[in-house]
C-alpha cells in the first residue's frame, strides 16, 4: 500500500500554493509515495479578498480535519502574520479537536513551509510557534535541518527558508519563488516523503 503524504496549506497570494506544488513533486519522486496537494478552507469573504487583491483559488480540494487521518505524513504550508501562521490556517488546526481526543494524528510526521513579506518577518517563528499545534496532537516534526547542502548557505541572492523548512519572500506581492527557492521544496517534499516511508514501514 503507498505511502500517503498530504501537502496541506493556505495560500492567499499564491506564493505558498507554488511552493507546494514543488513540494508534492519532491515527495511524488519517492517511489511509493501518493503526494497529495489540499487546501484549508477559506475564513475570509469574496467581497474583503477582492478588497485586498487576493487572485482567485487554484483548484487544489479543500481538505476537511477528518481527512487528515487517512494519511501517513504531512507538510503544512501557509504564510506569515505577524511572526505566526495565518489565522485561515490556525482555524483549520482549532477544527481538528475530533483527531485529538482520538490520537488519530499521534506519532505521524510532519514537515513546516511559509512564505513572509521580508526578511525580518517571521521565517523561523513561524515554524517555531507552528509546532506547539504538532506537539499537542503527538506528532513528530521533521526539520530539514541542512541536508539542502550547499543552497542553505546562499549569500550572494535573497533566499527564503531555513533549518525548520522551505520558505520564500513575497515582498509587496510582486516577488515570486526563486529557482533556489523551489530547489529547497523540491528537497523537503522529497526528505520528508523518505522519512515518512521509512516511518510507515516499521510501525
Known amino acids: 500500500m503507498a505511502t500517503k503524504v498530504y501537502i496541506v496549506y493556505y495560500s492567499m497570494y499564491g506564493h505558498v500554493h507554488k511552493l507546494a506544488e514543488e513540494i ?7 517511489e511509493g509515495v501518493d503526494a497529495k496537494l489540499w487546501q484549508v478552507p477559506e475564513t ?8 485586498m487583491g487576493a487572485p482567485p483559488k487554484s483548484d487544489v480540494p479543500i481538505i476537511t480535519a477528518n481527512e487528515l487521518a487517512e494519511a501517513d505524513g504531512f507538510i503544512f504550508g ?3 502574520r505577524f511572526g505566526m501562521m495565518s489565522a485561515q490556517f490556525k482555524a483549520f488546526l482549532d477544527s481538528t479537536g475530533g483527531l ?8 505521524k510526521p510532519a514537515g513546516i513551509f511559509y ?24 506528532m513528530i516534526f521533521v526539520p530539514i535541518g541542512y541536508t539542502f547542502g550547499a543552497g542553505m548557505f546562499e549569500m550572494e541572492n535573497v533566499k527564503g527558508g531555513s533549518p525548520y523548512g522551505a520558505g520564500t519572500y513575497a515582498g509587496d506581492g510582486s516577488r515570486q519563488p526563486t ?5 529547497q521544496a523540491f528537497h523537503q517534499g522529497q ?3 523518505t522519512i515518512t516511508k521509512k ?5
Open 24 to 30: 508534492q513533486k519532491g515527495a511524488a519522486s519517492v
Open 44 to 51: 475570509l469573504s469574496d467581497d474583503i479578498l477582492g478588497k
Open 78 to 80: 501557509f504564510p506569515t
Open 100 to 107: 485529538w481526543r482520538t490520537q488519530e494524528l499521534a506519532g
Open 115 to 138: 512564505s513572509t513579506g521580508s526578511q525580518g518577518g517571521g521565517q523561523e517563528t513561524t515554524a517555531l510557534t507552528a509546532v506547539t499545534q504538532l506537539t499537542h496532537h503527538g
Open 179 to 183: 529557482e533556489l527557492e523551489l530547489k
Open 191 to 193: 526528505y520528508i516523503a
Open 199 to 203: 516511518l510507515k514501514g516499521s510501525a
